[in-house]
């Protein structure tokens, strides 16, 4: 399954290939990015949650289950009420949030502080939309979707841990900040 079909259909246990766009400077984050395969790991009422199957060990099932209830339950709600409905560009009625290593490796080794994730505008036009502004971005994934950084514990990424824990407990508060950026 591509990410730019219509993905309304789509399983927990479905994989698709997405375009992580490269963050770093001075990329060009339509034409600079990683192609990952990721699999749905849960699927709620307005989120859909991916892992990029390169990611280490880390969340438990029921870990993507809890991140998909809260966002379902808590997350949409309240920044939805704030800040207004988002779009639905692929017509699934969900956020994606993936799961992948690619943001672990936009922080430097050693570094104190990390991009715990990110969401990037471009994913919100379509290649036609693009054609007609007469522009191109091979990268778009033409749908809502964050990229969140993976558990690491064992630091195989950049030698930088990133234990469960800490991650499960700053993946709420980045979600929501990127979700009022979407």
């Known amino acids: 399954v591509n990410a730019n079909v219509l993905a309304a259909a789509v399983d927990v246990g479905d994989t698709i ?13 339509c034409q600079d990015y990683f192609t990952v395969r990721a699999v ?12 990029d199957v390169n990611a280490p060990s880390g969340f438990s099932n029921s870990d993507f289950t809890a991140i998909a209830t809260e966002f379902d339950d808590l997350i949409y709600r309240t920044d939805t009420l704030w800040f207004g409905s988002p779009t639905d560009i ?21 570094s104190t502080s990390y991009i715990g994730g990110f969401f990037w505008g471009g994913d919100l036009f379509t290649q036609a939309d693009y054609r007609a502004a007469g522009l191109t971005c091979p990268q778009t994934n033409e749908q809502e979707i964050f990229y969140m950084l993976v558990p690491d514990p064992a630091g195989t990424i950049n030698s930088n841990e990133r234990s469960v824990a800490v991650v499960k407990q700053n993946t709420r508060g ?3 900040h990127e979700f009022q950026h979407m």
Not at 17 to 29: C, G, H, K, S
Not at 44 to 51: S, Y
Not at 90 to 110: A, C, H, M, Q
């Open 90 to 110: 692929n017509r699934d009625s969900r956020i994606t949030i993936l799961y992948t290593p690619e943001v672990n490796k936009f922080t430097k080794k050693g």
């Open 174 to 176: 980045t979600i929501a």
């Open 40 to 51: 749905v790991k849960a699927a709620g009422r307005k989120v859909q949650i991916d892992l």
């Open 17 to 29: 290939t997405y375009r992580v766009p490269n963050v770093l400077p001075p990329a060009n984050l």
